[in-house]
Each structure stands twice: as C-alpha cells, then as structure tokens.
C-alpha cells in the first residue's frame, strides 16, 4: 500500500509562487510515476504534471508549461511541484497520484493511489 500526503497549498495573490509538497510511503517507488492533478468546483480531474521516479523525466500540461516545475528528493521520498506566476484559474485542489505503469501520462484512471488534495486559491 501507499500512502501520499499533499502539503503547500494556501491563498496567494496572482503573480505569486507556491511550493506544493507530497510525502510519500508504504512501498518502493524506484518504477513508479508521481503525478500532479488539479481539480476546481465544477470541473473534471485534469492533468498538471509528472514525474518519473526513475530517470527524473518530466511532463507538464500545456497551461502550466514555464511556470511549474515538478522535482523529487529520492532521500525524503516527496515529489514537489513549484508553482510560479500564479494566475486566478489555477485555483483548484491539487492532489499527488502514483501510477507502477504508465501509458497515457495524463490520464486519471493509470493512476493507482492519490493523496487527499490540498486547496490552492490565487486572487486577483
């Protein structure tokens, strides 16, 4: 089994920065995919970014491109994603998810476990 605990999330004024955090524990994550999702009040899951565990490959959604980055600390087992220039449709909860395999980076359903979501809200 395992476990993800997202933490970061909070208010912030548009054109600001915020580090989201996920912890994550119970297995081995050495073929693992970590991944980044959002969602806002009324809309579906959709994809943010991703990582590879192994390799450190990365993937972003088109409307977060040169302003996230998504890294991971293999010693503390936490994937992050840095969140630069926020703009007000980046409110949304976000949530960590990890997949053992992956085709389709962006797709919910090849993810096999997610945290709990954290709340990031941007203001004009």
């Known amino acids: 089994q395992v476990q993800l605990v997202e933490s970061g999330g909070g208010l912030v004024q548009a054109g600001g920065s915020l580090r989201l955090s996920c912890a994550a524990s119970?297995?081995?994550?050495?073929?693992?995919?970590m991944g980044w999702f959002r969602q806002a009040p009324g809309k579906e899951r959709e994809f943010v970014s991703a990582?590879?565990?192994?390799?450190?490959?990365?993937y972003y959604a088109d409307s977060v491109k040169g302003r996230f980055t998504i890294s991971r600390d293999n010693v503390k087992n936490t994937v992050y994603l840095q969140m630069n220039s926020l703009k007000p449709e980046d409110t949304a909860v976000y949530y960590c998810?990890?997949?053992?395999?992956?085709?389709?980076?962006?797709?919910?359903?090849?993810?096999?476990?997610w945290g709990q979501g954290t709340q990031v809200t941007v203001s004009s």
């Open positions: 990582i590879r565990w192994s390799g450190g490959s990365t």
């Open positions: 119970g297995r081995t994550f050495s073929t693992y995919v």
């Open positions: 998810a990890a997949a053992r395999a992956v085709v389709a980076m962006s797709d919910t359903y090849e993810y096999d476990y």
